[in-house]
C-alpha cells in the first residue's frame, strides 16, 4: 500500500492525492487501493460518508470513488454533498446496487461514471484516468477563471490601504516614524511638481508622480551598478547626465541621500566638471563653432541662420526639448570652417533648407519612435 496512505479522518496524507475511496467494505478497499497504487495512483481511504466529506474538503482528491451503500448517510445526498464541496473532484459511483434508474439519478446529480461491484480492473483504471484527467481541466479552468476574476477588479481605496499598512509597518520596523514618513513623501512630490513645471510640462497629478518614481528607480539602478559606493559620485554622475542628459535636481536630492553625501558638495562637483549640466537638454545637441577659422569664414551668419531655423537662442534648449544650441571654440575640423555640429555630424556651412531637412528628418525618425 501506498506508505502516504492514511485513513481518512486520521493524519493527513503528506502529497495530494489522486483517488478517495470512500467505502465500508474494507475487502474492497484494500484490493482497490493496490490496484490503483500499482497504476501509480496515490490513494486514500475514508470508512463512512461523514470522514469521506471531511477528507474531501482537507485532501481534495482528484477523482472520488464512491459506494452508495454509507452508513447514517444516503448515497444520494453523499453525491449532492460532494459535488458542492469539491466541484473540481471527479465523482465515480462503484456500488453493488446497480440498477438503471439510480445510474440516471447519480449521474444527473454531476456523477461522472457509474460501476457496478465486481468491477473488473482494466475498467476502473480507465475510469480513474479518464476521470483524473477531466479533473486536471477543472482545475484548470477554476484557476484562469479565478485570475480573469482578480484581473477584473480594479484596484481600490481598500487595496491601497493594504499596501498603505504594508508600507508603515516595514517604517515602523526600520524605526521609521509615520510624520517622518509622511514628509518624506511630501517633500518627493513637491519636487515632482517643480522639476515638471520648471520643464513648463502640463501633467495630471498622478502622472507627475509616477513620472518621478520612474526617474528615482532609474537613478537606483545607476546607483546599484557601482554598489551605491560615494566615492564613484563621478561615475555616477556621468551616467545620470548621459541618460537624462542633464542633472535633474530631485535627482541630485536622491543620489545625495542614498550615499549619504550631502547635497552642496555633489553641486560643487556637478559646478566644477564642464560635461555636467544643470539646466534641461535636448534630444539633439547642435554645436556652432565660432572658433577663429570658424569665425572668420562667416559663423555669425551661420550662427544666425541655425538659431532661426531652431527657434532658440545660444544656450538655450526648444520647449519640446529637442533641440539645444550652443556656440563652441574649435571641434577640431577648421578645414571644413565654419562648421556645426549636431550630435556626431558635421555640416560645413549649411544653408536654411539644409538646416529644415534636418530638422524635419530628426522630426520623422521621433514620429517613427513614437509609433513602434
Ligand atoms: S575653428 Fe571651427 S572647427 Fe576649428
Known amino acids: 500500500m501506498n506508505a502516504d496512505k492514511k485513513a481518512a479522518g486520521g493524519q493527513p496524507a503528506t502529497l495530494p492525492i489522486d483517488v478517495l475511496v470512500i467505502d465500508e467494505d474494507e475487502a474492497f478497499t484494500e484490493t482497490c487501493c493496490r490496484l490503483l497504487e500499482k497504476g501509480g495512483y496515490r490513494t486514500a481511504v475514508a470508512k463512512s460518508g461523514a470522514q469521506g466529506l471531511q477528507s474531501v474538503g482537507s485532501q481534495h482528491p482528484g477523482v472520488v470513488l ?23 473532484a471527479v465523482l ?17 446529480l454531476g456523477a461522472f461514471d457509474f460501476l457496478t461491484k465486481p468491477c473488473e480492473p482494466d475498467k476502473l483504471l480507465e475510469a480513474v484516468r479518464r476521470g483524473l484527467n477531466l479533473s486536471m481541466l477543472r482545475r484548470e479552468a477554476e484557476s484562469s477563471k479565478a485570475s480573469a476574476a482578480e484581473q477584473a477588479h480594479p484596484p481600490d481605496k481598500y487595496d491601497l490601504l493594504l499596501q498603505g499598512l ?12 509615520k510624520r517622518q514618513l509622511l514628509d518624506e513623501l511630501a517633500y518627493l512630490e513637491n519636487e515632482a511638481k517643480y522639476h515638471a513645471e520648471s520643464l513648463g510640462q502640463i501633467k495630471k497629478k498622478e502622472r507627475v508622480i509616477l513620472d518621478i518614481r520612474e526617474d528615482l528607480l532609474k537613478t537606483d539602478a545607476i546607483l546599484k551598478k557601482y554598489d551605491f559606493q560615494k566615492n564613484s559620485l563621478i561615475q555616477v554622475l556621468l ?124 522630426e520623422k525618425e521621433e514620429a517613427q519612435a513614437c509609433l513602434a
Not at 464512491?66 to 473540481?88: F, H, Q
Request: neutral net charge; aromatic residues 6%.
Open 239 to 362: 551616467d545620470v547626465q548621459e541618460k537624462f542628459r542633464w542633472l535633474p535636481r530631485h535627482i541630485l536630492n536622491w543620489i545625495s541621500g542614498r550615499l549619504n553625501i550631502p547635497l552642496r558638495e555633489i553641486y560643487v562637483v556637478a559646478n566644477f566638471y564642464e560635461a555636467f549640466s544643470l539646466e534641461p537638454r535636448g534630444r539633439h545637441i547642435v554645436q556652432v563653432c565660432t572658433g577663429t577659422a570658424c569665425h572668420v569664414r562667416g559663423a555669425s551668419e551661420m550662427l544666425t541662420r541655425v538659431s532661426a531655423a531652431l527657434g532658440i537662442q545660444p544656450g538655450q534648449t526648444d520647449d519640446k526639448l529637442r533641440y539645444t544650441l550652443e556656440t563652441v571654440h574649435c571641434i577640431g575640423c577648421c578645414a571644413l570652417a565654419p562648421v556645426v555640429q549636431i550630435d556626431n555630424q558635421y555640416y560645413r556651412d549649411p544653408s536654411r533648407s539644409k538646416l529644415e531637412k534636418i530638422i524635419k528628418e530628426f
Open 66 to 88: 464512491l459506494d452508495l451503500k454509507l452508513t447514517g448517510m444516503n448515497g444520494v445526498e453523499a453525491i449532492s454533498r460532494l459535488v458542492k464541496i469539491a466541484p473540481a
Open 92 to 108: 465515480i459511483v462503484i456500488t453493488g446496487q446497480g440498477t438503471v434508474d439510480l445510474a440516471v439519478e447519480s449521474m444527473k
Open 166 to 177: 504594508d508600507v508603515l509597518g516595514e517604517a515602523y520596523s526600520m524605526g521609521i516614524e
